[in-house]
């Protein structure tokens, strides 16, 4: 049995005029507008009761400003959406759109996979998933939003949480990576200065105890692309189990850019 899915867009700003301070704009000085988009969607995989069944729920902000069209589409397809369908297609589409086909395909490929394993002996809550995201937006460095996608996946009894962070540059109107923030070759002095901060939160006076200690056994450290770029420090968010056991849980690495001075673009 299918239900409908709801779409409820609330707008969550107001617009603000450009403030002729000498400072980098804020994003109500920009007049930036957010809009939410709430989904709930539930499909079962039989006619029985109880039956297995997927769950999607959703709540995504985006930026409705038209001159923002293109940063919504990097944003969902830059892994929030889990799987990224979206990445079968270079064709751009609106956020509504978007959600909508993750949704359909989600839905299909959960009937194409449990359909060929569930039999009437198996348990319900055995073969039923779900997928749910929750996001929030604060802002941070040089009129940079810190978009954050908390996320949550279930299959039976298991679920899996994480966080994801991906930092909008609004004068540009994209996305930012590391190497759009350091200068080249900057992966080595920035793992250093991430290792010296890990230390400090883990007590640890050297690498060697660092690594005895359970953080970064099997890999050399390293920057990993889910940050937040804040006002005075950027924030390295390692998920559950990345660089040390699952049990430790989310691990964030604060740096702030005083310290690594030297390896900033700007």
């Keep these: 049995m299918r239900h409908p899915i709801y779409f409820a867009i609330i707008l969550a ?8 301070c000498k400072h980098k704009p804020t994003m109500r000085e920009m007049g930036i507008l957010l809009d939410t988009l709430n989904v709930q969607a539930t ?36 892994g929030i959406l889990s799987p990224e369908y979206l990445s079968l297609t270079d064709k751009q589409i609106t956020p509504r759109a978007a ?54 996946h279930k299959q039976g009894a298991i679920t899996t949480n994480y966080t994801l962070c991906r930092n909008i540059d609004l004068p540009r109107k994209r996305l930012l990576q590391l190497d759009d923030i350091f200068v080249h070759g900057y992966e080595r002095g920035l793992s250093e200065a991430i290792a010296n901060q890990l230390m400090k939160q883990s007590a640890n006076k050297d690498l060697q105890s660092l690594r005895q200690s359970g953080f970064f056994v099997n890999s050399d450290i390293y920057p990993t692309p889910n940050f937040i770029l804040g006002d005075k420090s950027i924030t390295f968010v390692y998920v559950a189990g990345e660089i040390a056991d699952r049990d430790r849980g989310e691990i964030q690495v604060e740096v702030k850019y005083s310290e690594i001075k030297r390896l900033l673009k700007r």
């Design 99 to 152: 959600i909508d086909s993750f949704i359909r395909r989600y839905e299909a490929d959960y009937k194409t996979f449990y359909s060929g394993i569930f039999t009437d002996e198996s348990d319900p809550q055995s073969a039923s998933i779900g997928y749910s995201l929750r996001t929030s937006i604060e802002e941070g460095k040089d009129s940079t939003l810190c978009y954050k996608a908390f996320v949550s």
């Design 13 to 20: 700003t107001a617009v603000w005029t450009v403030s002729a």
């Design 43 to 78: 499909a079962s995989l039989t006619d029985s009761i109880p039956s297995p069944h997927c769950e999607v729920d959703l709540e995504v902000i985006v930026i409705s400003n038209k001159e923002y069209a293109p940063v919504n589409d990097s944003l969902l397809r830059s």
